[in-house]
């Protein structure tokens, strides 16, 4: 990346004959439309000189020697052992009893269990099969350390019968214990539930063999998973994360719990079947309400989709604004050009095309691929119907592969309106989860509607993906996708205070219509709308909003966002709303109303009742 001036810039647009960045800028403002143009003969060069410091970190690993029949297997217990470490450092208000993250939870409860049952299966009588004891690094940059492991395996992955992944185990509430990746091995489910009771634990299905922790690079090896997970709380990565909070006794019960349940799958004659489950992870948080059928996992499973890999939560895979998708999981392990890829979609075009797991991908059409980048940019100037070639190296040979991307289910014009659009939302769920703000998502494009859910770990990342909402609401007016009757937008977004939850029907100023919609929660409204940005105002406070009434006069806020201009204004989190300029507030509903008054730029009057006195 290079920053240059906008005289730097206003040289380079006049060379190629247009207007200012300014004048751009106004245009586009004004019309609503992009200004994009090519630069004909304006050629720019740089020099940019980036020296990385890279530091040595290691992966803890140790293996006990299993003594059975099946002592040549291995069962692997992990968790990782790194975490936020410091903010601020360096810096004049740098604070150590503040700015330390020292993870108690995230994962030092992980690291310690794994470490007692060291010790535990290193006394008495030896194990049946080999136990391989990981601790990772890198974990919160991206599961780097479990990655490398897969991608240089000191023993061999084929002898790996199970993968067990404690990730934040330490603040076990209510009872309630998440276990993911029940699905992944056979028996799996029922031998979890066998044993739980006996520790008076309640389990919660916690969704498919990936998520947001180590066991993922396991689950794509074809090994079978449990991630074992307390849930979200309000200290999650922050320096209040520590030792006083930890549920001691809680964490004991779940590190018994998982003896048992490993000893069952030990003393098995036959090794688990791998079985695939891509159902996306359901994150628990602390204090959510959750029906009992689904918290004992009782209830009826989800239909496999087996479309899901390409279309559902995965934003990662390349998949363009034409609404094409290879239907690929790459991997990027910095080794020579291209991408690798590690699982290939049933039915999709790669597989079509005769791409195979284990493929180096070096080139769409004429574009070379060096990274996910590449491959995302590539597939986005492809359209549903068109065909190209990719370049892949297997085994060491270069192949070129003809690829065909055939529409699925919908008429062509159908899917040129609504994917395109989901795209812009989906690349911003991609960006807020590699900086790992994103627990769980989904987007759905059809014919007439667009469905976006997001779960978050935080408010500033929702409102991030609103952003994102809002801009894709706007093509959707500029485009034929609103059609005659309008367009659907769903909108479901959860972060770890409130929620949100409305359905929209977006038309144009002469076709003005009403929709509304309720999750029966009290969280839908009823929306009227000609303009796609009357569904969220233009400026915010920066606050952390609440959905449901409460007493008192005025509207109950959760909190004040650090460095939004509620904060920079002077208003703290126990800060109830009264007015904003001439409007009394009572709930986000008049709230949001009252904002769409007010512009970017302006000065928005706030009174605010603190300690029962009105301030401005």
């Not at 009588?125 to 990655?147: F, H, Q, V």
């Not at 979200?232 to 209040?240: F, S």
């Not at 976006?452 to 935080?458: K, Q």
């Not at 994102?468 to 769903?490: C, H, N, R, V, Y």
Request: glycine share 12%; aromatic share 4%; hydrophobic share 35%.
């Amino acid at each position: 990346m290079m920053h240059i001036t906008e005289s730097a810039a206003d040289d380079m647009l006049k060379a190629g004959g247009l207007d200012s960045l300014r004048k751009m800028q106004e245009k586009i403002e004004r019309t609503k439309k992009p200004a994009s143009a090519v630069l004909k003969g304006v050629n720019v060069r740089g020099e940019v000189e980036i020296e990385p410091i890279e530091s040595p970190v290691r992966n803890v690993i140790g293996m006990i020697p299993g003594k059975g029949p099946q002592a040549d297997e291995i069962i692997v217990l992990g968790a990782h052992y790194d975490h936020l470490g410091i903010r601020n450092k360096g810096e004049p208000g740098f604070d150590p009893t503040k700015d330390i993250s020292n993870g108690a939870d995230d994962n030092a409860s992980g690291t310690s269990l794994v470490m007692m049952m060291a010790r535990v299966y290193t006394q008495g009588e030896a194990p049946n099969r080999s136990i391989l004891l990981m601790l990772y690094t890198g974990e919160e940059l991206g599961l780097l350390g479990s990655a490398h492991f897969a991608k240089n395996p000191t023993v061999d992955l084929k002898k790996c019968v199970a993968m067990f992944n404690f990730d934040m185990v330490g603040r076990l509430k209510d009872d309630r214990l998440e276990v993911g990746g029940m699905r992944t091995g056979s028996g799996f489910e029922d031998t979890v539930k066998k044993h739980a009771g006996n520790y008076e634990l309640n389990i919660r299905d916690g969704g498919g063999g990936r998520g947001p922790s180590d066991h993922t690079n396991f689950y794509n090896k074809k090994i079978p998973v449990l991630f074992f997970f307390t849930g979200i709380h309000r200290q999650y990565h922050k320096p209040d994360d520590d030792t006083p909070l930890i549920n001691f006794d809680g964490a004991i019960r779940i590190a018994r719990f998982a003896a048992d349940v490993i000893d069952d799958i030990d003393a098995r004659s036959d090794r688990p079947a791998f079985e695939d489950d891509t159902r996306r992870a359901t994150i628990l948080r602390q204090g959510e309400d959750d029906d009992a059928p689904r918290r004992e996992g009782r209830g009826p499973r989800a239909p496999r989709d087996p479309q899901a890999r390409t279309d559902g939560e995965s934003p990662e895979r390349p998949g363009g604004r034409g609404g094409v998708r290879l239907g690929i999981v790459p991997e990027e392990d910095g080794e020579g050009d291209g991408i690798l890829i590690a699982e290939v979609s049933d039915d999709s075009a790669a597989e079509k095309a005769g791409v195979k797991s284990g493929d180096r991908l070096v080139r769409i059409g004429k574009i070379d691929i060096e990274g996910i980048d590449d491959a995302i940019e590539a597939v986005s100037k492809l359209q549903m119907g068109d065909d190209t070639t990719l370049g892949v190296v297997r085994d060491g040979k270069k192949l070129d592969l003809k690829v065909s991307f055939a529409a699925r289910g919908a008429p062509r014009s159908e899917a040129r309106n609504a994917d395109p659009i989901a795209a812009g939302v989906e690349m911003a769920i991609k960006r807020l989860k590699d900086e790992k703000k994103v627990l769980s998502s989904k987007v759905t494009s059809r014919a007439g509607a667009l469905s976006v859910e997001v779960e978050t770990s935080d408010f500033a990342s929702t409102l991030k993906i609103s952003e994102a909402i809002i801009s894709a609401s706007t093509d959707i007016l500029q485009s034929k996708a609103a059609g005659e009757d309008g367009f659907m937008l769903e909108i479901k977004l959860k972060w770890p205070n409130g929620s949100f939850d409305t359905s929209l029907k977006i038309t144009s100023k002469d076709k003005k219509k009403a929709a509304g919609g309720s999750d029966g929660h009290g969280h839908g409204e009823q929306a009227a709308s000609d303009d796609a940005r009357e569904s969220m105002p233009a400026v915010r406070l920066g606050i952390m909003p609440t959905y449901g009434e409460s007493e008192g006069e005025g509207y109950e806020i959760d909190g004040v966002i650090e460095g939004g201009p509620a904060a920079t204004a002077g208003m703290k989190d126990k800060d109830r709303i009264y007015k904003i300029g001439d409007k009394k507030i009572t709930s986000v509903y008049e709230y949001m109303d009252a904002l769409r008054a007010y512009k970017p730029g302006d000065e928005v009057p706030v009174t605010v009742i603190r300690d029962g006195k009105k301030l401005n």
